[in-house]
């Protein structure tokens, strides 16, 4: 695939500083190498990094942008995992990390406005003595509002309590054109038009730059508990999601490991979980009554399909231990075989609910066939799996059995009806396996895209743009 370059010269860079001050422009090696890649598998240096500090001068930037013919990339924690942040074709990388203030928190309206670089747990400590909070991800430490709107970010509690979509209702932006505009309104409900502000969740920052957000609050629960159930057979722990489901009844979370995730966390934080070929980790939150019963009627199901081993428990510590186990899942995989490493692969398919027992037994499956390492857990409560693709990134052949695996993976999860994505995104690593999903969808995609950024400035080259397999612009030392 030929990449155009929209590269910032030194001229460009020299308005700019004017623009921002000199103190918010960066250009050392160390900082370009940096701002080059994000969670994911891709790199490409840009040719400045700038911290802006208000919506105006994003807009001046912008413009400056759509005459100088440069690439803008917004970045906020530079969490994601597909390459979202990587300047493919060069460019200024803009670090929204310096507008971070929490603007209000009204709790009688049941909304907060933030500006985009403001980290979700920040959100959430400043949130705690009103009573609530916002759902975030497992990268909820570091992840910023704006990354999360942009990527449509959510986490184990997505079952209960729904994705970032589902709690945003009003936006600034500053539009790929320069002007600064605002989409929805600071009330709960509003049927005022095209909801603009939903489309510019999942954009991946190619669409506008977030300059605030109004959130909806969610209410913190009165009690949590939490539970685990060990299987014999990951089918029967798949099984047992799509019966709770069923039931139904809506745990908080409800996770799924398989027995080489169990391994890798056990190793990695000595939480001594029984070995097993599958367990599940529930947490039910809500009125103190109905936790009882709904954690009661759980755990009647684990015993019906087999749970050879149950654990209960209301304390706190033992319930953050328990979870930060499994939110410590990526680093505990990378550490489990010293030569070989975790990538970005496959990482968050989702299927409906009642093909989990099947996709989560076909991967296995599919594993089975390489020599590489691809074990499947996940939020599975809401069909949303991961895997991660453990290999030598050094060896140019696993790269191309994880070429060929993860294409059985996301045809299997394809045919199940699902999709490649549920929670982090297309930007370069999914972009060949979205455009198989989303064929029918993608005219349409590019029509929005070339009407509102007509010189493709804003983050070029990303979700149906990308045209080429994974393996290029790799971060890893490897000759492919
Ligand atoms: C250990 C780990 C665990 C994770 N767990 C989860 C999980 O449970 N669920 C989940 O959904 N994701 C998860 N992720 C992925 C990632 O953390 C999320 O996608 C997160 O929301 C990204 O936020 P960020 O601030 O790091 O954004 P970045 O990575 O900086 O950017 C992400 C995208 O948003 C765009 N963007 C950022 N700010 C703006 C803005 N102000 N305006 C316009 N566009 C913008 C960028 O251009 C980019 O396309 C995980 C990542 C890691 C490393």
Known sequence: MEIIQKRADQDVINTIASIVGQDRVRTSKADLYVYGFDAGMHRNCPDAVVRPSSPEEIAQIVRLANRKNFAVIPRGAGTALCGHVTPIAGGVVLDMQGLNNILEISSGDLLCIVQPGVVCDHLNAALKPYRFFIPGPASSEAATLGGMVATNASGAKALKYGATRDYVIGMQVVMPTGEIVRFGTKTLKNSSGYQMEKLMIGMEGTLGIITEITLKLAPLPEKTAACTASFQKLLQAGQTVADIIAKPIFPAQLELMSEMCIRAVNKATGLNLPEADGMLL???????????????????????????HMQYTE??????????GRKQMIPSLSALKPEFSTVMLADDMAVPISKVPEAVTGFIEIQNRYDIYIPPYGHAGDGNLHTKVLLDPENPDHWRQAEKA?????????????????EHGVAISKASYFKQERADAIPFMRAIKRTLDPNNILNPYKIFDWEDSFLTHLRYPVEL
């Open 315 to 324: 304390d706190p510590t033992q319930i953050e231990a328990l979870w930060r």
């Open 406 to 422: 993860v294409q059985e993976i996301y045809d299997l999860v394809l045919k199940l009806g699902g999709t490649v994505t549920g």
């Open 282 to 308: 529930i947490a039910c939150d809500g009125h103190p009554e109905a936790v009882n019963d709904e954690i009661r009627s759980i755990r009647q199901l684990c015993d019906k399909n087999g749970a050879f």
